[in-house]
T-cell receptor
Framework: IAGITQAPTSQILAAGRRMTLRCTQD?????MYWYRQDLGLGLRLIHY???????GKGEVPDGYSVSRANTDDFPLTLASAVPSQTSVYFC???????????FGPGTRLTVL | GQNIDQPTEMTATEGAIVQINCTYQTSGFNGLFWYQQHAGEAPTFLSY??LDGLEEKGRFSSFLSRSKGYSYLLLKELQMKDSASYLCAVRDSNYQLIWGAGTKLIIKP
């Protein structure tokens, strides 16, 4: 592993289903982030974690939850997917909140 | 509210120079970032400004004026591979990044 990995690469999901998007980094970065990117809009922060064991809500947290059990992993869960959650999801990490963010390759999620 | 404005799309010619502008209104300011994003790929870091002035990095330069809430990214000697979206982001008082929608740059031969 080099950098940040995300899984799956893409997914088609029926509305109402539960889904977890995985994110793993091997840079030992303290801070991690989940964004969604929609056409015509900037990246919007869903949840973040400044360090293992802590999480916080971003701009658009409703319908999503996260956990940060260790430094490397930061999964994002959609408890009951809705079509408005169709988007490209990017995980990112940074050494600290003051530093540049490094992005994973993204997960393209379609909710039908 | 917080707002980052940048042009939706720009077109330039290979070998030329292009300037992509970004204006912002945010709750606090703790630095401005520029990222490049090729279609279907992740954003990658280009530059960071926290003080007024010009930061130069090879063919790319970024300028910041905090009093005007304004930044620009200057790309010189354009190459076809520079065709991408350029994202402006401001770190606010909570140290979260507020992102513009991005400027799609089209390079023509």
């Amino acid at each position: 592993i080099a950098g940040i990995t995300q899984a799956p690469t893409s997914q088609i999901l029926a509305a109402g289903r539960r889904m977890t998007l995985r994110c793993t980094q091997d840079m030992r970065h303290n801070a991690m982030y989940w964004y969604r990117q929609d056409l015509g809009l900037g990246l919007r922060l869903i949840h973040y974690s400044n360090t293992a064991g802590t999480t916080g809500k971003g701009e658009v947290p409703d319908g999503y939850s996260v956990s940060r059990a260790n430094t490397d992993d930061f999964p994002l869960t959609l408890a009951s997917a809705v079509p408005s959650q169709t988007s490209v999801y990017f995980c990112a990490s940074s050494e600290g909140a003051n530093n540049e963010q490094f992005f994973g390759p993204g997960t393209r999620l379609t909710v039908l | 509210g917080q707002n980052i404005d940048q042009p939706t799309e720009m077109t330039a010619t290979e070998g030329a120079i292009v300037q992509i502008n970004c204006t912002y209104q945010t709750s606090g300011f703790n630095g401005l970032f520029w990222y490049q994003q090729h279609a279907g790929e992740a954003p990658t870091f280009l530059s960071y400004n926290v003080l007024d002035g010009l930061e130069e990095k090879g063919r790319f330069s970024s300028f910041l004026s905090r009093s005007k809430g304004y930044s620009y990214l200057l790309l010189k000697e354009l190459q076809m591979k520079d065709s991408a979206s350029y994202l402006c982001a401001v770190r606010d008082s909570n140290y979260q990044l507020i992102w513009g929608a991005g400027t799609k740059l089209i390079i023509k031969p």
